[in-house]
């Protein structure tokens, strides 16, 4: 096994995404997720409820990561496209799955319609993935884990993914806080220090422009050695401070 973080991508699905009607908070969520458990998340991309845009999609990400994540089109209506897509995807069949059928008949008694059981179509190899929420599942094919789109419902399902997952070092952030000063000034000692250390993630954040009040540049360094995004904090630290600017610890 590789000694390397494992990668994602993330592929969020849905027409009301890109129409701006409905604002993605999913991404953040995974994200989140992810770093805790020391997963590089890489990529991200938006597509439609279009099933060739799906699968094309779909098939870069999953070729290129080690974990695919899709957010979206897994309810009951004619635009909810993502299992049939990834069915054609993997070029396998996309029949009933059992246990799928059982969870949601029961949940819906009389209410069992046939747009509800569009939801029991797993892709032939799929694993289910829990939903506490609706009881409606998720599905795991191979690198590929497919969730809901509301947010409630995808943030469930991700305590059913996570023993799933290879981890690996979490990674460490530290932030400095410099006042009354925008990038630009701050450009060339965090260039520095980010040459001095290339294993280490270093990046600029401005805060307070357009708005009334302190204006200045919050600076973070990230890195899975904790000692030594330590000691490119306290470098970054010191070079900023030997040019006169008004450096503190930012959170």
Same mark, same amino acid.
């Given at each position: 096994?590789?000694?390397?973080?494992?990668? *994602?991508?993330?592929?969020?699905?849905?027409?009301?995404? !890109?129409?701006?009607?409905?604002?993605?908070?999913?991404?953040?969520?995974? *994200? $989140?997720?992810?770093?805790?458990?020391?997963?590089?998340?890489?990529?991200?991309?938006?597509?439609?409820? $279009?099933?060739?845009?799906?699968?094309?999609?779909?098939?870069? !990400?999953?070729?290129?990561?080690?974990?695919?994540? /899709? /957010?979206?089109?897994?309810?009951?209506?004619?635009?909810?496209?993502?299992?049939?897509?990834?069915?054609?995807?993997?070029?396998?069949?996309?029949?009933?799955?059992?246990?799928?059928?059982?969870?949601?008949?029961? $949940?819906?008694?009389?209410?069992?319609?046939?747009?509800?059981?569009?939801?029991?179509?797993?892709?032939?190899?799929?694993?289910?993935?829990?939903?506490?929420?609706?009881?409606?599942?998720?599905?795991?094919?191979?690198?590929?884990?497919?969730?809901?789109?509301?947010?409630?419902?995808?943030?469930?399902?991700?305590?059913?993914? *996570?023993?799933?997952?290879? /981890?690996?070092?979490?990674?460490?952030?530290?932030? &400095?806080?410099?006042?009354?000063?925008?990038?630009?000034?701050?450009?060339?000692?965090?260039?520095?220090?980010?040459?001095?250390?290339?294993?280490?993630?270093?990046?600029?954040?401005?805060?307070?422009?357009?708005?009334?009040?302190?204006?200045?540049?919050? &600076?973070?360094? $990230?890195?899975?050695?904790?000692?030594?995004?330590?000691?490119?904090?306290?470098? &970054?630290?010191?070079? !900023?401070?030997?040019?006169?600017?008004?450096?503190?610890?930012?959170?």
């Amino acid at each position: 096994m590789s000694d390397a973080a494992p990668t *994602a991508a993330v592929l969020i699905i849905g027409d009301e995404i !890109l129409s701006g009607r409905t604002a993605d908070t999913n991404l953040n969520t995974i *994200a $989140r997720f992810l770093a805790a458990l020391g997963i590089d998340l890489l990529e991200a991309r938006t597509v439609g409820d $279009r099933t060739e845009q799906i699968i094309g999609a779909l098939n870069a !990400l999953r070729a290129a990561h080690d974990y695919v994540f /899709t /957010t979206g089109g897994i309810g009951p209506t004619h635009d909810d496209m993502t299992a049939d897509a990834v069915a054609e995807a993997f070029c396998v069949a996309l029949p009933e799955h059992p246990d799928a059928l059982a969870l949601l008949a029961r $949940r819906y008694g009389d209410r069992f319609n046939a747009a509800r059981r569009r939801m029991a179509r797993i892709p032939k190899g799929g694993v289910l993935i829990a939903n506490p929420v609706t009881d409606a599942p998720g599905f795991q094919l191979d690198n590929v884990f497919v969730m809901a789109g509301v947010p409630k419902i995808m943030q469930a399902m991700l305590e059913d993914v *996570a023993p799933r997952l290879r /981890t690996g070092a979490v990674v460490h952030a530290r932030s &400095l806080r410099v006042s009354g000063v925008g990038e630009g000034d701050v450009a060339a000692p965090l260039a520095a220090v980010a040459a001095a250390h290339p294993d280490l993630s270093l990046g600029s954040y401005p805060f307070g422009h357009g708005t009334v009040g302190e204006i200045g540049t919050s &600076l973070v360094v $990230r890195g899975r050695n904790a000692a030594a995004v330590a000691e490119a904090t306290e470098t &970054l630290r010191t070079a !900023l401070s030997a040019t006169g600017m008004t450096v503190s610890s930012d959170g």
